[in-house]
């Protein structure tokens, strides 16, 4: 069976700290255990993917990291076909606490391989996790840099990720369903970490509390609130951030500060329902 | 007589005193004017009633404030039980009328509002305060949603803020499903921008004590459990499948019901004993055996009262023959000792488990041929009469699944003594409310017949003779439409509300038996079991 193993160091970005990074690599090593090294997925994946076509061609694939949930959805971004693949993901230093789990990576290689990142370009763009997105376009609107785009199925597509503002997260706060996310972000309900999703449903709380057990159910009331309240909170940040990557950029016409003004602005210069490919306006 | 015996209550003013220094007084003297009583909760009204007119002999001040009294006598039976429920498992309800009625900027649901904390009232602090301990919080409006939370069956203990008269409406139900509670009340009644004593609730919500609380008893998971007991498997397992008759034995003790008699023993057991301590092979096999008596009872009674439909199915006697049927019930008789002679409770007990379900079946036989001879006599019975066969052939049943709890259970002679009579009432009240449903419904009234002693008969017997006697002749005729009639009429004459009078009456002594109880665990669950068994 061809095994891999693939180490992210996240060079541009430090999600994964140096000393995460060294000690996975020794312990690899002292077990004589090969493994591909990558400098950093984030901008391999739209800058260089060729280098990557490894983990989709072997039969099981060992991705080492930041946040699993992050680098799956990094690689469903790429377009990589890993259907014929058995992947695994797991966080670099999670895994470094767990001997038993170490001892259980093999490759039956002893060569590393690096794949290497030299672009200048600092890797930050939206993820999305299509377990999660309904293709609502709110993101898509939200955003006044033309990162996203919709394909003629209607699905939201991450179309031009070096458009991005650097540490700009807002629209994964805008987003309803937490399906965005960017891997190299601080806070976990936004970097992928946290997978905790309130779905709300149709059931009348009242029948919940006659058929189901009433604690749960109003524990999970009180966690939908306070999801709610930070959804809210979240939405605040969102136009706080946007507004600042705004006031960042040249384009006086695009971006303007006024947020009554913003969907004109937007459709004038991009077209809102997205049929104007062209956003290199902003 | 039993009309009559209502308590009446006495006119008194919603009246709670303004300041925290004079409610912290009452509740100080009243701690001391009960520390020399012996108090286990459930309360019933009656109980707090007499307390709190005791109370004021004593201090006639306070003879205005007799509502709040009972709130605060009520509280104090509770708070060592509730002191002793973790905070995750109670349920704090605030009344939305503490909020600031012009700028409240809360959402509502269902249950209630949905507060932000925005600190316009008093709700978002207290609101925090509890969830920090682990407190579940309710801002609800009206008593709908508490009633739902309190019926659900579910809720181990409340902690309720309130006007006096909200707690009024809402005491009854905590008390049916004796549901340990406390009580804040409001200073103001008006519903609006309601104010509460913040001491005192500050006073209550931390309350903790090392008691070891497992919860209560779970009527509903042991009722599924010992469901369980009784698929076709698990009876094979006890008595095989090997022979025809053991074959009949066990799909009769399968068929429906609602297994009373195993859940009382099996609950009665958990609420004196944790259950590590208790030995599952042991409890299944005397719950069994109780069932194994009470099923050998039906087959034998449907032959006697020549009832060929049970639980919407043909009687045993009508699938198979009347000889086959007596056998069944004999072989069902003889396991039920088998389970109880190789229970491996021990010699001690089991010897008590024997003269228990021996009396038990002999009392039972008693009532029984009281009634089979009464039969031969075609005359109606005084109430005094029917109220007895009522006892004699129904409290047995319960007394052996009761008893055989309490003996696993390690009980001591005072709950042996209160369970006697807690059955008697209960098998009173049972059998009211079962001739109360045969008379429920003049279009679908199979079960009623001239066979049965009935209550409500024998009260319409003792008003108009004459014409009760022409109806019973006419339904053991089995003419067209005397049923319905008969139903008709003793509406008519309210005998069915006197019925039903009566059975709150014994309702009310079945819990009143329970006065002297001591152990929380069991006296709320005998009063569980009461409401839901008569319910």
Redesign the interface.
């Known amino acids: 069976m061809n095994q891999n193993i693939f180490v992210c160091g996240c060079e541009r970005g430090g999600k994964v700290s140096r000393e995460t990074v060294t000690a996975l690599k020794n312990k690899l090593e002292e077990r004589n255990t090969g493994y591909t090294y990558i400098e950093d997925m984030c901008g391999c994946i739209p800058k260089n993917p060729q280098d990557l076509v490894d983990i989709k061609n072997s039969d099981r694939s060992v991705i080492i990291g930041c946040q699993p949930r992050a680098m799956q959805c990094l690689l469903d971004y790429a377009i990589f076909c890993t259907c014929g693949t058995e992947m695994e993901y797991y966080n670099a230093d999670k895994l470094l606490e767990d001997e038993n789990l170490l001892s259980k990576l093999e490759t039956g290689k002893d060569s590393i391989t690096t794949v290497e990142y030299k672009e200048d370009w600092k890797p930050w763009y939206p993820v999305i996790d299509y377990n999660r997105c309904t293709s609502c376009m709110k993101c898509m609107n939200f955003c006044l840099f033309g990162v996203y785009d919709k394909d003629p199925d209607g699905k939201v597509l991450v179309t031009n990720p070096s458009n991005c503002k650097d540490l700009c997260p807002a629209c994964a706060r805008a987003c309803p369903e937490q399906a965005i996310i960017f891997p190299k972000h601080h806070e976990s309900i936004i970097n992928g970490e946290n997978d905790v999703v309130v779905v709300a449903d149709g059931d009348?709380?009242?029948d919940k509390?006659?058929n189901e057990?009433?604690?749960q159910v109003?524990?999970q009331?009180?966690k939908s609130?306070s999801a709610s309240?930070l959804k809210t909170e979240q939405l605040k940040i969102a136009e706080e951030e946007r507004r600042s990557c705004c006031a960042d950029t040249d384009d006086p016409d695009c971006c303007s500060d006024d947020s009554s003004a913003k969907k004109d602005n937007k459709s004038e210069c991009c077209g809102d329902t997205g049929e104007n490919k062209d956003s290199s306006c902003c | 007589m039993f009309l009559n015996t209502e308590i009446k209550d006495l006119k008194i003013e919603n009246n709670v005193p303004q300041k925290s220094e004079e409610l912290r007084m009452m509740r100080f003297l009243i701690d001391i004017f009960l520390s020399k009583k012996n108090i286990t909760p459930p309360l019933l009204k009656e109980d707090v009633l007499s307390l709190s007119a005791e109370f004021i002999k004593e201090h006639h001040d306070y003879e205005k404030y007799q509502k709040l009294l009972a709130v605060i006598i009520n509280n104090y039976a509770w708070k060592p039980v509730v002191s002793g429920i973790p905070y995750n498992r109670r349920i704090l309800l605030l009344p939305q009328c503490m909020k600031n009625m012009t700028d409240c900027p809360a959402e509502t649901d269902e249950l209630g509002l949905i507060c932000e904390e925005c600190g316009l009232c008093s709700i978002g602090e207290i609101k925090n305060q509890a969830e920090k301990l682990g407190y579940h919080v309710i801002v609800s409006e009206g008593t709908t949603a508490v009633k739902l939370l309190l019926s659900s069956g579910q809720v181990e203990c409340v902690i309720g803020v309130g006007c006096l008269e909200s707690f009024e409406r809402s005491f009854p139900l905590t008390v049916k499903e004796a549901v340990p509670s406390l009580a804040i009340p409001l200073f103001n009644y008006d519903c609006k921008n309601s104010v509460v004593d913040l001491e005192w609730l500050k006073e209550i919500l931390p309350v903790k004590n090392d008691f070891q609380w497992n919860g209560w008893v779970n009527l509903d998971n042991t009722r599924s459990k010992i469901q369980s007991w009784f698929k076709l498997t698990s009876l094979e397992e006890l008595f095989g499948n090997s022979v025809e008759s053991v074959n009949i034995a066990n799909n009769w003790l399968t068929k429906g019901g609602k297994r009373w008699r195993p859940l009382i023993m099996v609950s009665l057991c958990q609420a004196l004993c944790s259950d590590k301590q208790l030995n599952s092979d042991t409890i299944r096999k005397l719950a069994v055996s109780v069932e194994c008596f009470h099923k050998a009872s039906l087959v034998h009674d449907d032959i006697a009262d020549n009832d060929s439909v049970r639980y919407g199915k043909p009687t045993l006697h009508e699938e198979y023959d009347i000889p086959v049927a007596l056998n069944t019930g004999d072989l069902l008789t003889g396991y039920g000792y088998q389970m109880i002679a190789g229970s491996g409770a021990g010699d001690e007990k089991i010897t008590k488990l024997l003269s228990i379900a021996t009396k038990g079946h002999s009392d039972l036989c008693l009532g029984q041929g009281e009634e089979l001879l009464w039969r031969n006599k075609s005359s109606v019975l005084s109430t005094e009469k029917v109220l007895k066969i009522f006892s004699d052939k129904t409290s047995p049943a319960f007394e052996v699944a009761l008893k055989f709890g309490a003996v696993i259970g390690g009980a001591g002679q005072q709950l042996m003594d209160i369970l006697g009579d807690y059955s008697k009432t209960l098998g009173i009240a049972y059998q009211i409310k079962d001739d109360l449903e045969d008379f429920s419904d003049e279009k679908n009234s199979s079960d009623l017949n001239a066979y049965h002693p009935s209550l409500i008969t024998a009260i319409l017997n003792e008003k108009m003779p004459a014409k009760t006697n022409e109806y019973m002749i006419a339904i053991q005729k089995g003419e067209k439409n005397s049923v319905a009639e008969f139903i008709s009429w003793a509406k008519e004459q309210r005998a069915i509300d006197e019925a039903g009078a009566m059975l709150e009456y014994y309702k009310q002594q079945t819990l009143e038996v329970l006065v002297g109880l001591e152990n929380v665990n069991v006296k709320v669950l005998l009063y569980r079991l009461a409401n839901r068994i008569l319910s």
């Open positions: 009348s709380i009242l509390i006659q057990d009433v604690y109003l524990s009331r009180r609130f309240l």
